[in-house]
T-cell receptor
Framework: KAGVTQTPRYLIKTRGQQVTLSCSPI?????VSWYQQTPGQGLQFLFE???????NKGNFPGRFSGRQFSNSRSEMNVSTLELGDSALYLC????????????????FGPGTRLTVL | GNSVTQMEGPVTLSEEAFLTINCTYT??????LFWYVQYPGEGLQLLLK?????DKGSNKGFEATYRKETTSFHLEKGSVQVSDSAVYFC?????????????FGRGTSLIVHP
């Protein structure tokens, strides 16, 4: 079974721009979660989507948004980029059949490294 | 709110040494507890988990016991290998107001020398 894939792997943007990151979950997984990983804050939960609906949300500003498609693929968008948005963005999938993100084992992708200049 | 505290790294050991990485948590009720490992350039992988008090999770020679009385979930391995060099994350999930928000520790880097 193929693992979680994320595209692109690396991205460089400038302040004020917007960016879209993509995540393809493991086949059959219906839950996709997004995380931001930085040296200063560690790994922080952004949001979780299940069956095209946002099921859980972390404590991030509205500039961070996401969506999930009918095939469970998910995209994350960050608008009006700030220098502090530079981070590794991780996507994780799980079957999601009970509970929310993290209730079950999550399978992580390799991440997208976003650099904001 | 929920929180997870891990010991600061890096932890540097020689091959075959005993490993302990401390993890304590704050949460109401009975969270599920996890250890994830992140190898260089890769995403996180689940290493082991425990879902109730006194449960012991184990995998690949690593083990951790869910201690409700001390709110701890310390990771141990009897004899580390160079290939165990990675970053280890302690995490919990707990239901709060109908949501299950995963909370991760800051991660502990382990460096094992031959």
């Amino acid at each position: 079974k193929a693992g979680v894939t994320q595209t692109p792997r690396y991205l460089i943007k400038t302040r004020g721009q917007q960016v879209t990151l993509s995540c393809s979950p493991i086949s059959g997984h219906r839950s996709v979660s997004w995380y931001q990983q930085t040296p200063g804050q560690g790994l922080q939960f952004l949001f979780e989507y299940f069956s095209e609906t946002q099921r859980n949300k972390g404590n991030f500003p509205g500039r961070f948004s996401g969506r999930q498609f009918s095939n469970s693929r998910s995209e994350m968008n960050v608008s009006t980029l700030e220098l502090g948005d530079s981070a590794l963005y991780l996507c994780a999938s799980s079957p999601g059949t009970s509970g929310g993100a993290g209730y079950n084992e999550q399978f992580f992708g390799p991440g997208t490294r976003l650099t904001v200049l | 709110g929920n929180s997870v505290t891990q010991m600061e790294g890096p932890v540097t050991l020689s091959e075959e040494a005993f490993l302990t990485i401390n993890c304590t948590y704050t949460a109401t009720g009975y969270p599920s507890l996890f250890w994830y490992v992140q190898y260089p350039g890769e995403g996180l992988q689940l290493l082991l988990k425990a879902t109730k008090a006194d449960d012991k999770g184990s995998n690949k020679g690593f083990e951790a016991t869910y201690r409700k009385e001390t709110t701890s979930f310390h990771l141990e391995k009897g004899s580390v290998q160079v290939s165990d060099s990675a970053v280890y994350f302690c995490a919990l999930t707990h239901a709060s107001g109908g949501s299950y928000i995963p909370t991760f520790g800051r991660g502990t880097s382990l460096i094992v020398h031959p």
